[in-house]
């Protein structure tokens, strides 16, 4: 069993930047992939980025390659969400997300946080 809390959420004005943090709970944390995903209102939730479980490995959607960057501190429990250079069209709720394995797939991932808001201004 994980558990997952997200935080970090807010409002920036466009160009700006956010860290989103998400705490996990369970000795089994480490051995889990993890993503992120958002969901924008009227909109299905999406894949913004993945982790290995051992960080050796992510994946973006194309709409934030080169923007965002995940990682994760498996001491602490921990997944990050590095976000510049936003946009109003990143405007969502943001979820992480855990999965046995790296995928974009939200069908794949079995425990979910309960988000966090990030509302871009133009």
């Known amino acids: 069993q994980v558990q997952l809390v997200e935080s970090g959420g807010g409002l920036v004005q466009a160009g700006g930047s956010l860290r989103l943090s998400c705490a996990a709970s369970?000795?089994?944390?480490?051995?889990?992939?993890m993503g992120w995903f958002r969901q924008a209102p009227g909109k299905d939730r999406e894949f913004v980025a993945a982790i290995r479980w051992n960080g050796g490995s992510t994946n973006y959607a194309d709409s934030v390659k080169g923007r965002f960057t995940i990682s994760r501190d498996n001491a602490k429990n921990m997944v990050y969400l590095q976000m510049n250079s936003l946009k109003p069209e990143d405007t969502a709720v943001f979820y992480c997300a855990a999965s046995r394995f790296m995928n974009s797939d939200p069908a794949e991932y079995v425990y979910w946080g309960q988000g966090t808001q990030v509302t871009v201004s133009s």
């Open positions: 369970g000795r089994t944390f480490s051995s889990y992939a």
